[in-house]
Nanobody, 122 residues
Framework: QVQLVESGGGSVQAGGSLRLSCAASGHTDSINCMGWFRQAPGKEREPVAA????????YYTYSMKGRVTISQDSAKDTVYLQMNSLKREDTAMYYC???????????????WGQGTQVTVSS
C-alpha cells in the first residue's frame, strides 16, 4: 500500500505561482512513477505531469506544458509541482498519484491523494 498526502494549494492571483508537494509513504519502493492530475468543477480529471522515480524522466500534457515543472526529492519520497503563470482556468483540485506497474501510463495510476485545491483569481 502507498499513501499520498498533498499540500501547497491555495488562492493566488492570475500570473502568480504555487508549488504543490506530495509526500509518499508506505511501500514507496514499489512506485515506478508519480503524477499530478487535476479536476476542475464539472470537468473530468486530467493528467498534468508525471515523473519516473528511477531516472527522473518527466512528461507533461498539453494542459499546462511550459508553465509547470515536476520534480522529486527521492530521499524524502516527495514529488513537487511548480506552477507558474497561473490562469483562472487552472482553478481545480490537484491530485497526486502513484503508479506501481512496470510501465507507466496515465490510466495506470492506482494510488491517489486526497487532493489540494488551487484557486486562481483575476
Amino acid at each position: 500500500q502507498v499513501q499520498l498526502v498533498e499540500s501547497g494549494g491555495g488562492s493566488v492571483q492570475a500570473g502568480g505561482s504555487l508549488r504543490l508537494s506530495c509526500a509518499a509513504s508506505g511501500h514507496t519502493d514499489s512506485i515506478n512513477c508519480m503524477g499530478w492530475f487535476r479536476q476542475a468543477p464539472g470537468k473530468e480529471r486530467e493528467p498534468v505531469a508525471a515523473i519516473y522515480t528511477g531516472d527522473s524522466s518527466t512528461y507533461y500534457t498539453y494542459s499546462m506544458k511550459g508553465r509547470v515543472t515536476i520534480s522529486q526529492d527521492s530521499a524524502k519520497d516527495t514529488v513537487y509541482l511548480q506552477m507558474n503563470s497561473l490562469k483562472r482556468e487552472d482553478t481545480a483540485m490537484y491530485y497526486c498519484a502513484a503508479h506501481v506497474g512496470p510501465k507507466c501510463s496515465w490510466l495506470g495510476f492506482g494510488y491517489w491523494g486526497q487532493g489540494t485545491q488551487v484557486t486562481v483569481s483575476s
